[in-house]
């Protein structure tokens, strides 16, 4: 179940990509991380049969769509002004680790549809029982699967970055910015028409 929710590329995965190629697997792996910890989260809330909380988080999409479109807007605007080497990434230092994957977290949780998708996957399924032992197996399932699914995403990604030059990395970059920012401006629309 994480491996599905992970998989289909969003803004999230977009991101991950783009920190991957310019800044080595590492730096793409701990912002997928980010992502499987917030997922991981949002299985435990449709697990445990969290409903308070769900609501509460479905009632405050509006402003989570706003928070999120702003951020991606931000980030998309910030890709684009970065500048691209087509040295290999030096290693990164603590603070940076953690900002990758604290941005992805924070990212993953202002969307609430990542809920609505673990409430009908385990509802469709039979799991939301609310039976503790099972639920915890769920949830560390749901973050395994979608660590995985980073992992492999990254191993697979940070392979072409040996291969591409300055002026590659550029476009990807570019390309990347470009999608994060219309992710950001989608995002934005939706709470627009979620207005009353």
Same mark, same amino acid.
């Given at each position: 179940?994480?491996?599905?929710?992970?998989?289909?590329?969003?803004?999230?995965?977009?991101?991950?990509?783009?920190?991957?190629?310019?800044?080595?697997?590492?730096?793409?792996?701990?912002?997928g991380i980010g992502a499987a910890s917030a997922d991981a989260i949002y299985g435990a809330i449709a697990a445990f049969g969290?409903?308070?909380?769900?609501? +509460?988080?479905?009632?405050?999409?509006i402003w989570l769509h706003v928070i999120g479109g702003v951020f991606l807007c931000f980030l998309g605007a910030k890709t684009? =002004?970065?500048?691209?080497? /087509?040295?290999?990434?030096?290693?990164?230092?603590?603070?940076?680790? +953690?900002?990758?994957?604290?941005?992805?977290?924070?990212?993953?949780?202002?969307?609430?549809?990542?809920?609505?998708?673990?409430?009908?996957?385990?509802?469709?399924?039979?799991?939301?029982?609310?039976?503790?032992?099972?639920?915890?197996?769920?949830?560390?399932?749901?973050?395994?699967?979608?660590?995985?699914?980073?992992?492999?995403?990254?191993?697979?990604?940070?392979?072409?970055?040996?291969?591409? /030059? =300055?002026?590659?990395?550029?476009?990807?970059?570019?390309?990347?910015?470009?999608?994060?920012?219309? +992710?950001?401006?989608?995002?934005?629309?939706?709470?627009?028409? /979620?207005?009353?």
């Open positions: 179940m994480g491996l599905a929710i992970a998989a289909p590329v969003g803004p999230i995965g977009i991101l991950c990509i783009r920190r991957t190629l310019v800044f080595g697997r590492l730096h793409g792996l701990l912002s969290l409903t308070i909380v769900a609501h +509460f988080l479905l009632d405050q999409q684009w =002004r970065s500048k691209v080497s /087509d040295k290999s990434a030096s290693p990164a230092g603590s603070r940076q680790l +953690f900002s990758a994957y604290t941005t992805t977290f924070a990212l993953t949780l202002t969307n609430p549809m990542t809920i609505l998708s673990f409430v009908s996957i385990f509802a469709g399924i039979g799991l939301a029982s609310g039976e503790v032992q099972s639920s915890l197996f769920l949830v560390i399932g749901v973050f395994s699967g979608s660590a995985a699914w980073w992992l492999l995403l990254c191993v697979c990604v940070g392979h072409f970055r040996e291969k591409m /030059d =300055r002026k590659m990395l550029i476009w990807v970059n570019r390309f990347s910015a470009g999608i994060t920012l219309g +992710f950001g401006i989608i995002s934005l629309w939706q709470a627009i028409g /979620d207005l009353p």
